[in-house]
């Protein structure tokens, strides 16, 4: 399994680049789709963006969630403020 150290706010993490046994690929829009449509419409208070208005948003703000999903895996981190 491999990894990398990333260096963020002056703190290194070990951060671990695989996924179940496999390298991430990028996301295509008709997956993220796929999944937020699976999702259920649960949240929590913390929830930035409910369930139900990302799903009835879906076409709108699709090409953000998965340029945003992109990036994680790109990147091999995901913000703190989207944690």
Known sequence: MSSQIINT???SL???I???GKMLEMFRPIEV??????SSY????LDQLRTWL?????DELLPLVTD????????SVVSLCLK
């Open 14 to 16: 070990d951060v671990d």
């Open 68 to 75: 945003v999903m992109n990036r994680s895996v790109d990147e």
């Open 54 to 58: 990302l799903k009835k948003r879906m």
């Open 33 to 38: 789709k796929e999944i937020i449509t699976k």
């Open 42 to 45: 649960k949240s929590c208070d």
């Open 9 to 11: 706010c002056n703190i």
């Open 18 to 20: 695989m996924f179940w």
